[in-house]
């Protein structure tokens, strides 16, 4: 069970050091265009790309420009345009936290994504990564996915990127 208490250091100074449920926390503090931007974060729009799964706001130059890179290894293109470094998802203000506070956001999301690209893509095997060693640099811990082998991608693929219902 996570302790909320631990990754979020002022809900046990509520109430007068009483302390107050994530829930109800949520109910004082949370904003309805935090919770918009956070949920595209965590159960995020994918496309199909030439065969290619990726963010549905992925940039086709930036695309076409890895391919180039890394010889047409579509799983490296993946990798590396889908990932998010955890760190990075937050303003500098919020630049000092917690290893124990990274893992859980990033297992989380690794979790969220992994649902979400089983259930847009059923038929494809794809691993949505993190990593479970201790890193010194809180900034290399990274979420990304992958297709776990590339197969030639067919025609409808490889015309204009498409994104599955959400």
């Given at each position: 069970m996570t302790d909320f208490a631990k990754l979020i250091p002022e809900l046990p100074k509520w109430n007068h050091g009483k302390g107050i449920e994530v829930s109800e926390w949520i109910y004082c503090m949370g904003r309805f265009d935090h919770a918009v931007a956070y949920a595209d974060l965590f159960w995020p729009a994918f496309t199909i790309h030439d065969g290619c799964v990726m963010f549905a706001s992925f940039d086709i130059d930036c695309y076409n420009t890895?391919?180039?890179?890394?010889?047409?290894?579509?799983?490296?293109?993946?990798?590396?345009?889908?990932?998010?470094?955890?760190?990075?998802?937050?303003?500098?203000?919020?630049?000092?936290?917690?290893?124990?506070?990274?893992?859980?956001?990033?297992?989380?999301?690794?979790?969220?994504?992994?649902c979400k690209l089983k259930r847009d893509f059923p038929d494809r095997q794809i691993t949505v990564s993190f990593p479970s060693e201790h890193y010194e640099d809180l900034t290399d811990?990274?979420?990304t996915f992958f297709h776990n082998e590339h197969k030639k991608p067919n025609k409808s693929e490889m015309a204009t990127p498409r994104k599955p219902s959400e």
């Open positions: 890895w391919m180039k890179h890394t010889s047409d290894d579509r799983r490296a293109v993946e990798a590396v345009m889908n990932h998010r470094h955890i760190v990075d998802l937050f303003s500098e203000e919020e630049s000092v936290v917690g290893r124990e506070l990274v893992m859980h956001l990033g297992r989380t999301i690794q979790d969220m994504w992994s811990y990274e979420v």
